[in-house]
């Protein structure tokens, strides 16, 4: 993750019809929100519950000028790491009926590694009494390994599946099939190569993510920069290929 200060990209933007994603400042994090006539899915919650309150008042002022429920039903953490899950708390305080949705493997991630997440934090530059506040809420429901579940949001299927180890050992994505749209997390990279932290799978993410690619999606949200498409992830995918072979070593 690359931390810059962005902020000419702190405003939704469409990628399809009815799905947007907010670059947010700090580490270009995506965060992403779809939408059916139920209501809205939202794709992580950023990095403390200041964050998650200023992005749900973006949402709130952004939505109606699309046409869009302004309403959260769901929420999905791609991985546990800080700036994808650290908002939980505020979402459920302003959405208490809202499912949150993980890795199966993510609630024990958290109640083991919340420390380490909110240090992580404070080290990338974020306030320490923010990230030292934040309330640590793991999601209540939960998708495992190769057992991909469908999302009704009101004439909109939506598929949360988890390919396997890469990032870590809980990713997870997001595929919207009505519009090729697939939000990645961070098992896809644009803003920096793609991070190798303690927790990661050098040795099997290549393979992971080759079996998201079967899904079929054109367009990709990774969890840190710029849209990409199939090409590109094609060519991380060889990459990390190399990286599992020893023909690459990462920075």
Known sequence: MVRAELPEHATWEPIAPGVLR???????????????????LLVDTGSHEREAAELLSSLARELPTHDLPDRVVAVVNTHGHFDHCFGNAHVLDAFPDAQVWGHAG????????????RAAGIGYGFDADLMNAARIVPPRHVVGTGEPVTLDLGGRDVVLYAPGRGHTDHDLVVHVPDCGVLIAGDIVEESGPPQFGSDAYAAEWSDSLGRVRELGAHVWLPGHGAVVDEEFVARQTRWLADVAAGRVVPD
């Open 22 to 40: 907010r670059r947010l400042p700090g580490l270009e994090l995506n965060v992403a929100v779809v939408t059916g006539r139920d209501g809205i």
């Open 106 to 117: 993510l609630p024990a991630y958290l109640a083991e590694r919340a420390d380490e997440g």
